[in-house]
């Protein structure tokens, strides 16, 4: 009786958690089944533009192919743990001969790749902001943020629109019924609503032309 062939890589193992045969993966990431082999008995390295290319396809991390950790549990691009279920919502939107030139395909890997900016900045500005020791300071750091992302609209030639400025608004309330509500257990009076401070520079909203958002 011939022994199972030992896992080497997480290329294989992803294979296997697809429930898939070795020329059904080929044709999904578009390789050939010789590929295949040499990628899961590590006799051909994983380029980047292939994990890149494998975690369009499947929803997997890139980062978790290239790390290749065997004892690492799978998870996706936004560091979520992947599934089965992660690869089928994925293919419900985007069909297995969907291609790289493909609306569809675009929109997708632009909802993917925003999941993961967010998911990865958030974090980032979130240890930031408790590394803080002062209102100060975070007003600063605020400030700051907000003259990035202006100047990056103003690279890209993007303005605001009414959408923009209506999700400003709800993003502001939102933030403020949270900090009244942090505030009023703490039994602290607050001098002025949260969505009052002006964290943008006026000069580069002048210069966005984004008006000035009026407080309820």
Aim: charged share 25%.
């Amino acid at each position: 009786m011939a022994r199972p062939s030992q896992v080497r890589t997480n290329v294989a193992r992803l294979r296997l958690a697809l429930s898939l045969n070795q020329g059904q993966f080929a044709r999904l990431i578009c390789r050939s089944t010789a590929c295949v082999q040499s990628l899961e008995l590590n006799r051909l390295r994983l380029s980047s533009d292939l994990a890149g290319e494998m975690a369009a396809k499947t929803g997997i991390s890139a980062r978790w192919l290239m790390d290749n950790r065997l004892d690492e549990p799978p998870y996706d691009m936004t560091g979520k743990p992947w599934s089965m279920s992660t690869f089928q919502r994925l293919h419900t939107e985007i069909p297995y001969n969907a291609k790289e030139g493909d609306e569809v395909f675009r929109q997708r890997m632009l909802e993917l790749g925003t999941q993961l900016v967010l998911a990865r900045n958030v974090a980032g500005i979130k240890r930031i902001y408790r590394a803080m020791e002062s209102a100060g300071k975070v007003l600063e750091i605020g400030r700051r943020l907000d003259q990035f992302l202006a100047s990056i609209m103003m690279e890209c030639d993007l303005r605001p629109d009414v959408n923009m400025m209506e999700e400003i608004r709800y993003v502001e309330r939102e933030a403020d019924r949270k900090c009244q509500n942090v505030l009023r257990v703490a039994g602290v009076s607050s001098p002025c609503p949260s969505a009052e401070l002006d964290y943008a520079s006026p000069s580069l909203l002048r210069q966005m032309q984004l008006p000035q958002v009026a407080v309820a």
